[in-house]
């Protein structure tokens, strides 16, 4: 994972914010994700990509600023167990990641339909072949972060594919 990946993760979550919610958004300074993590996250919407890059992405809320984002979102106060709020976390990391993926040239990358996890404490494990980053944030709304993992993928050794038929020669 490159500087100009971690940018296009900033940028679409700027650009996120401010369309869809109203809401400004300020990064922090990435890490990585082995570092202790700087918030007691309870809601996540997880995104998995597969094509040219694979990994997979994380957004990140403790549940205080998930209910403000979410009411910023909708335009409504929503339980934290309802399908609804659910879905909305699921369609904010997808239009995060959809947005990323788009500036990500001259790659073929497919995202999958988002997951959503509640629960105090809970953890989400990163794909232990692929660099980590958590980008933290912070808005009116509260803390939250964007963690990806994300590598290219390997060539397969397949007859077709010229470069593994080079190596192989």
């Given at each position: 994972?490159?500087?100009?990946?971690i940018?296009?993760?900033?940028?679409?979550?700027?650009?996120?914010?401010?369309?869809?919610?109203?809401?400004?958004?300020?990064?922090?300074?990435?890490?990585?994700?082995?570092?202790?993590?700087?918030?007691?996250?309870?809601?996540?919407?997880?995104?998995?990509?597969?094509?040219?890059?694979?990994?997979?992405?994380?957004?990140?809320?403790?549940?205080?600023?998930?209910?403000?984002?979410?009411?910023?979102?909708?335009?409504?106060?929503?339980?934290?167990?309802?399908?609804?709020?659910?879905?909305?976390?699921?369609?904010?990391?997808?239009?995060?990641?959809?947005?990323?993926?788009?500036?990500?040239?001259?790659?073929?990358?497919?995202?999958?339909?988002?997951?959503?996890?509640?629960?105090?404490?809970?953890?989400?494990?990163?794909?232990?072949?692929?660099?980590?980053?958590?980008?933290?944030?912070?808005?009116?709304?509260?803390?939250?972060?964007?963690?990806?993992a994300?590598?290219?993928?390997?060539?397969?050794?397949?007859?077709?594919?010229?470069?593994?038929?080079?190596k192989?020669?």
């Amino acid at each position: 994972m490159d500087a100009s990946q971690i940018t296009s993760f900033v940028m679409s979550t700027h650009q996120v914010f401010s369309t869809m919610l109203s809401l400004n958004v300020t990064a922090g300074k990435p890490y990585t994700c082995c570092a202790v993590s700087r918030f007691e996250n309870e809601v996540s919407g997880i995104i998995g990509m597969s094509g040219d890059m694979q990994g997979m992405v994380v957004l990140s809320f403790p549940t205080a600023t998930a209910r403000n984002v979410i009411r910023a979102f909708t335009g409504m106060d929503m339980d934290v167990n309802s399908p609804d709020f659910a879905d909305a976390v699921g369609e904010l990391v997808n239009m995060i990641s959809g947005s990323a993926k788009a500036k990500f040239e001259g790659k073929n990358i497919s995202i999958s339909c988002p997951s959503v996890v509640l629960g105090k404490g809970h953890k989400v494990a990163q794909p232990s072949d692929a660099l980590c980053i958590t980008i933290p944030f912070e808005c009116p709304a509260g803390q939250f972060s964007v963690e990806i993992a994300i590598k290219h993928a390997q060539a397969e050794a397949h007859p077709n594919n010229k470069t593994s038929a080079a190596k192989a020669a």
